[in-house]
């Protein structure tokens, strides 16, 4: 039974199954959002739904008893562990107001196919390896991010209060700067000062237009190159890195999954022999000395 399990699980048949289902939960999941479609076919969607928890519960079963005596092994991977807290959440008592939830449970089901896909799963896990380099250049990012936004409140708080009046708004400007939405605008309004350009509609909050042209344009493009182009190449160095780390990891093993499978029983007994041959004659030599 284990072994006809472990054969299940590891066929290409039952993975592209899975995966099919979990495409399949992903279009449910999809349709519920047209509630006039859903209210109309709400049994037959309803009835889809169990299927697909049914063949999720499945692939649970067949796992656990591929691992034989030691179920619990099917535990010591972070996805199966996914996978089951996905599928044990279904059995909740969900209704009325928790609905949502359900939904929402389900909605996580499409994330399986991270785990149905290897190259996806290489990928997420190279996004896992690089947080916490990802951490490092964030918190340098942030250092940045302060030090304009308190340059940006103590040089342009008085002519642009709405983008500069205080230090998380002006943060939050700054966002907004180096995501390029607009940033020309903020510029222009601090270039100009705000009753030239920006304000229209706002008049009675500029108070003291003043405009600074040349601190205007070196504040925002220096801005824009540091924050955009050298720390979104940081990002991607790191990412590129990991996935680096990752999928040399993923080849090994690989490697060790074919160099374990290669090796049968006779070959193993014949190592061994030759150990057990070299040990013995190690110890004839050792008595002649």
Same mark, same amino acid.
């Given at each position: ?13 039952? %993975? ?13 999941? &999809? ?20 299927? +697909?928890?049914? +063949? ?7 796992? /656990? ?11 010591? *991977? ?16 969900? &209704?009325?107001?928790? +609905? ?23 990928? /997420?896990?190279?996004l896992l390896k690089s947080l916490p380099s990802m951490g ?10 302060? @030090? ?22 002006? =943060? ?22 705000? !009753?030239?350009?920006?304000? *229209? ?24 190159? +540091? &924050?955009? =182009? ?19 990891? =993923?080849?090994?093993?690989? %490697? ?11 070959? @193993?007994?014949?190592?061994?022999? !030759? ?13 002649l000395k």
């Open positions: 039974m284990t072994n006809l399990c472990k054969k299940i699980s590891e066929s290409k048949w039952f %993975q592209n199954f899975v995966t099919a289902a979990i495409l399949v939960a992903g279009v449910l999941v &999809g349709v519920a959002t047209y509630q006039d479609f859903s209210l109309k076919h709400e049994n037959f969607l309803e009835l889809l739904n169990k299927i +697909i928890l049914g +063949i999720f519960i499945l692939e649970i079963i067949v796992k /656990v008893l591929a691992e034989g005596k030691k179920p619990w092994l099917y535990f010591t *991977d972070g996805w199966n562990i996914f996978d089951f807290i996905i599928v044990a959440a279904a059995f909740l008592p969900f &209704g009325g107001s928790s +609905i949502a939830i359900l939904r929402l449970l389900r909605l996580l089901r499409v994330l399986k196919l991270i785990k149905a896909l290897p190259k996806l799963q290489m990928l /997420v896990g190279a490092y250049v964030s918190v340098l990012l942030t250092l940045l991010f302060y @030090i304009y936004a308190v340059a940006g409140v103590f040089f342009f708080g008085e002519n642009d209060p709405i983008h500069f009046g205080d230090l998380q708004t002006s =943060m939050l400007s700054l966002f907004r700067v180096v995501t390029l939405e607009d940033w020309t605008d903020i510029m222009y309004i601090n270039m100009f000062g705000c !009753e030239n350009y920006g304000y *229209d509609g706002n008049m009675d909050l500029c108070v003291n237009s003043t405009g600074a042209s040349a601190l205007s344009i070196t504040f925002f493009v220096t801005f824009v190159l +540091i &924050g955009t =182009m050298i720390f979104l190449n940081l990002f991607i160095g790191v990412v590129m890195n990991g996935m680096d780390e990752a999928k040399s990891e =993923m080849l090994l093993e690989e %490697q060790i999954k074919e160099g374990t499978e290669s090796l049968n029983i006779e070959d @193993i007994e014949n190592k061994i022999s !030759e150990l057990q041959e070299v040990l013995n004659l190690f110890k004839v030599q050792q008595k």
